[in-house]
């Protein structure tokens, strides 16, 4: 009933989901540096509206927490860890997309080596995100951070059990 | 109809490996591993803000929840007050949250509800593309239509049985290594019982897929026909009832008006829905082997 030659549609599903998830860290990358950004003009509106109005904090309490909410914004991004780390994110990133295109070529290299180096990356990554993260930016290990292990940990299992001798060429 | 249980039994366990291989299995996997896990880590959040602000009256979260679940599960609250004055809560919502590991209760409410709508995702090409692709017929030369067909949704329940399991054990280690609120025998024995109603309840959406997969020759329709029973029957009962009340019975054509009685604290109650469940689960696949067993493969 298995066609080792034709390409099973669990690695059809399964580069379609690495296109999918890349897209949506491409976008993240994306949004943090834009976020930058929106997060200096915003402070400037709010500064401004003080300026403007020296009374609205004390009628609108809630403009002094979006102030405080911004400068925590800022500071995170700020971050020398946090940065680096956003800034090594982006390899796992470009790993999903590429290996997504060996996964539909069924190439030793290009799917099941880069697969696997983006899943252990990508494990990599979240563990030190947990444990160098100052622990005011981050919650530490909790279901959010299960929820990113999943496809990696997935990954690994499924290039190395279910897939191993459909990515050979 | 002639079963063999070897037959039976390879059929179902090799579609059980072959799962993953085929791709529903690794997409429905991962949705039932994401959406068990977000919803777990929503009551996590809720639960942390109450620890971390005493100033909040516990009690009062609990009678939110209550509310809550109330309306969920459409219990009259005509809440008698007591000889102290304070009403007693019903004894449906006293069992889920004041018995039982309340965290996992509200979590096994909402899986209760959410998971039939993933369910097709894993169930609707059981047979659809073997009929479109006509690859039935080399299997049929060695064993008979009913062995595949039954054969497979077995294969398929006892993948969906698999990925239940390892989301409630993860679900209730974590709830039990974070919280520690509640007694390790506690969050067991409940964990063993959403895992089995859980599991129960995805039988007869299962079936309705298998029911679709073997009705039509090609795998999107079957996917679309299954999503559209499952997703349309409860939304055209909701809108029906605000035009028409008897309307709102169009929830039992599924499972959907009986299911949250499977969290009833009365025996009779849960026997009754996991008794319903399985007669949906017999009439959607026979309804279903009748049409296999007639059309051309």
């Known amino acids: 009933m298995e066609d080792t030659g034709k390409r099973p549609g669990g690695l059809t599903a399964l580069a379609v989901i690495n296109f999918i998830l890349g897209g949506i860290l491409l976008l993240g990358a994306l949004g943090t540096i834009l976020g930058k950004y929106g997060i200096e003009m915003s402070e400037k509106a709010i500064d401004e509206r003080i300026r403007n109005d020296p009374n609205l904090v004390e009628r609108e309490p809630q403009v002094a927490q979006q102030k405080e909410d911004l400068e925590m914004a800022k500071k995170i991004l700020s971050d020398p860890t946090v940065r680096t780390l956003n800034l090594l994110g982006l390899i796992p990133t470009g790993l999903l997309i590429v290996s997504g295109v060996g996964y539909l070529k069924q190439k030793k290299m290009l799917g099941r080596t880069m697969g696997n180096l983006y899943a252990v990356i990508t494990i990599v990554l979240g563990i030190a995100e947990i444990v160098l993260i100052d622990k005011e930016y981050t919650e530490g290990f909790g279901l959010a951070s299960l929820i990113g292990f999943i496809y990696p940990v997935l990954t690994l299992f499924l290039l190395n059990v279910t897939f191993k001798d459909d990515l050979v060429e | 109809m002639k079963i063999h249980s070897r037959h039976l039994r390879l059929i179902s366990m090799y579609w059980t490996r072959y799962a993953v291989r085929g791709g529903a299995g690794l ?271």
Not at chain 2, 46 to 55: D, F, G, T, V, W
Not at chain 2, 75 to 88: A, C, Q
Not at chain 2, 153 to 177: C, E, K
């Open chain 2, 27 to 297: 997409v429905y996997l991962l949705l039932a591993l994401l959406f068990g896990l977000i919803v777990a880590h929503i009551f996590e959040k809720q639960q942390e803000y109450l620890q971390e602000n005493a100033s909040l009256d516990p009690q009062m979260a609990v009678e939110i929840d209550r509310s809550v679940i109330q309306w969920v599960l459409d219990i009259e609250t005509d809440r008698n007050p007591s000889v102290t004055g304070i009403p007693e809560p019903d004894p449906w919502t006293a069992y889920l949250l004041d018995e039982r590991p309340a965290l996992l209760s509200k979590i096994f409410l909402v899986l209760l509800f959410g998971m039939p709508f993933l369910i097709s995702v894993l169930g609707f090409n059981q047979t659809a593309g073997d009929i479109q692709s006509r690859g039935l017929r080399y299997l049929m030369l060695r064993t008979e239509r009913a062995n595949i067909y039954f054969g497979r949704f077995l294969g398929s329940a006892l993948f969906s049985t698999i990925v239940i399991a390892f989301l409630v054990a993860t679900i209730a280690f974590y709830v039990g290594m974070k919280f520690r609120i509640y007694s390790a025998g506690a969050l067991a024995v409940w964990g063993l019982y959403g895992f089995g109603v859980i599991s129960i309840l995805m039988l007869p959406y299962l079936a309705v897929c298998s029911a679709m997969s073997a009705s039509v020759s090609s795998p999107f329709l079957s996917l679309a026909a299954s999503k559209l029973i499952i997703v349309g029957v409860p939304i055209a009962a909701a809108i029906g009832k605000h035009n028409w009340e008897p309307l709102n019975n169009i929830k039992y054509l599924l499972p959907w008006g009986i299911q949250n009685y499977l969290m009833h604290p009365e025996w009779t109650h849960f026997l009754g829905a996991a008794a319903g469940c399985l007669g949906y689960t017999a009439l959607f696949l026979m309804l279903g082997y009748i049409r296999f067993q007639r059309r051309d493969l």
